[in-house]
């Protein structure tokens, strides 16, 4: 279910805000218009859902328009044409005071500096937010203490936020948040003003929080290896336009333009790839028991591999059939492959990283068998030449001297 949909949200800033819209509408470039009319515009027709529970990432660079559209998201800023719908509610239009209920109770933000009061404790910060809603002290100070320990800040209750960490601080920020039981947290750059040590650590508690509380987070990030470690899902902005949205794994190995590409080129992608998008796409070439050892030997010709997987009738994977075994087999009259079947391979799932296949590369130049988990049926290989290029980026032909299409002839 959606949790937030943005439909064609369009923010604009300056005076001349309807001939900026109109001109946007003509397909006026955001320079164009800022030089007819003076105005900027920050977000332009953002249209996207937010899945509940989903941890939803927005990266880009800076001025790209991130902030202005999160800022829109609860109308800290008034979006200029377009609508936000939080769990079917359409929040662009609602009162004042309907207005508030939605920031106090449905979403709550973190922000990148951290924006405490700096002479009160953390306790009073934390609970400060539920002191505005006038809940009782005891009740108040409870939950408090509930989310402060949460955020691993137990033992400081009664410090000065002033006198704390950044890391510590953006903890007492997102207790804050928290504190308020919000469904969406919006978080903008909350972790960009850390050393790198502690912002690791930050996102990797995070992530751990995240799988206790199942909010829906909203992330803010001009950096893509943050977004990659954090999001179920990235949206790309640039220039104030959205322009890709996907899995991290999506726009590592899909990225919609160069622009995209130029930030993935920089990612580290072993740990992201993973089996499922190297498999090859056409039906991998693997020997049954009946093709026996002339059937074998075929295959292996026609597909011009010394190495094939070897299946079951019903295609679970059974080991893998090497030339020279199989050549032994028919130098010595056998018809059956059976003795020829290497039994003890490693095998890969689909979700299966390329880093957790790098040990699985063999001598042999054997290709990695990726099975399904619950059933062992082969669903394809991942030739090591394709682990040898995601580790060091280079090409199919520079690798193989072979197009991919070569590869594969015959169908399991
Ligand atoms: N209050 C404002 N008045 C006028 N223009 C603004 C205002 N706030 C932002 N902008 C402009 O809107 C565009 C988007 O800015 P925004 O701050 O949303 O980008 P961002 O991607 O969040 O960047 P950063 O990471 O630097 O915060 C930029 O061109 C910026 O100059």
Redesign the pocket.
């Known amino acids: 279910m959606s949790k937030l949909k943005i439909e064609d949200l369009t923010l604009i ?2 005076k001349e805000k309807e001939e900026a819209l109109a001109l946007l509408k003509q397909g006026k470039t955001k320079a164009e218009i800022l030089k007819k009319t003076g105005c ?1 515009v ?1 977000v332009k027709n953002a249209s996207f859902n937010i899945e509940k529970g989903e941890f939803f990432v927005i990266m ?10 999160l800022r829109c998201l609860n109308r800290l800023i008034e979006p200029t044409s377009g609508s936000v719908i939080l769990n079917d509610v359409n929040i662009t239009s609602l009162g004042d005071k309907e207005l508030q209920n939605v920031r106090k109770k449905e979403m709550a933000m973190v922000f990148q500096n951290f924006g405490l009061l700096p002479h009160r404790t953390v306790l009073e910060n934390v609970a400060f937010g539920l002191e505005l809603q006038d809940i009782p002290k005891e009740q108040r100070e409870a939950k408090a203490q509930e989310v402060i320990e949460m955020v691993s800040l137990k033992g400081y209750e009664n410090q000065n936020t002033s006198e704390l960490s950044g890391g510590m601080q953006q903890r007492v920020g997102l207790a804050r948040a928290l504190a308020n039981d919000p469904e969406i947290l919006l978080m903008d ?1 909350a972790f960009s003003a850390l050393d790198p040590l502690i912002r690791t650590q930050m996102q990797d508690e995070l992530i751990d929080l995240q799988e206790k509380m199942h909010k829906t987070i909203v992330f ?1 990030t ?1 950096d893509l290896d943050e977004a990659i470690r954090l999001g179920d899902r990235i949206a790309i ?1 640039k220039d ?1 336009e959205v322009i890709q949205i996907g899995t991290p794994e999506d726009i590592l190995t899909n990225p919609a333009d160069e622009y995209v590409s130029s930030f993935v080129e920089k990612v580290d992608r072993k740990s992201i790839i993973t089996a499922a998008s190297l498999l090859f796409e056409k039906p991998t070439v693997a020997i049954f028991k009946k093709d026996g050892v002339e059937g074998s030997l075929r295959k292996m010709r026609s597909s011009g591999l010394t190495s094939l997987p070897a299946v079951s009738v019903d295609k679970h994977f059974l080991g893998f059939v090497y030339l020279k075994d199989i050549l032994e087999l028919k130098a010595k009259g056998h018809q059956t492959i059976e003795m020829a079947i290497v039994k003890d391979v490693p095998v890969a799932y689909p979700e299966t990283t390329v880093e957790q296949m790098l040990p699985f590369i063999a001598e042999n130049g054997r290709a990695v068998p990726i099975v399904d988990r619950e059933t062992n049926k082969l669903l394809g290989i991942v030739a090591q030449t394709s682990l040898l290029i995601e580790t060091t980026g280079t090409s199919w032909e520079n690798v193989t001297g072979n197009s991919i299409d070569n590869l594969q002839n015959e169908v399991i």
């Open positions: 800033f300056g900027t920050a880009g660079l800076s001025g790209s328009g991130k902030s202005s559209l750059e803010i001009h902005m104030g």
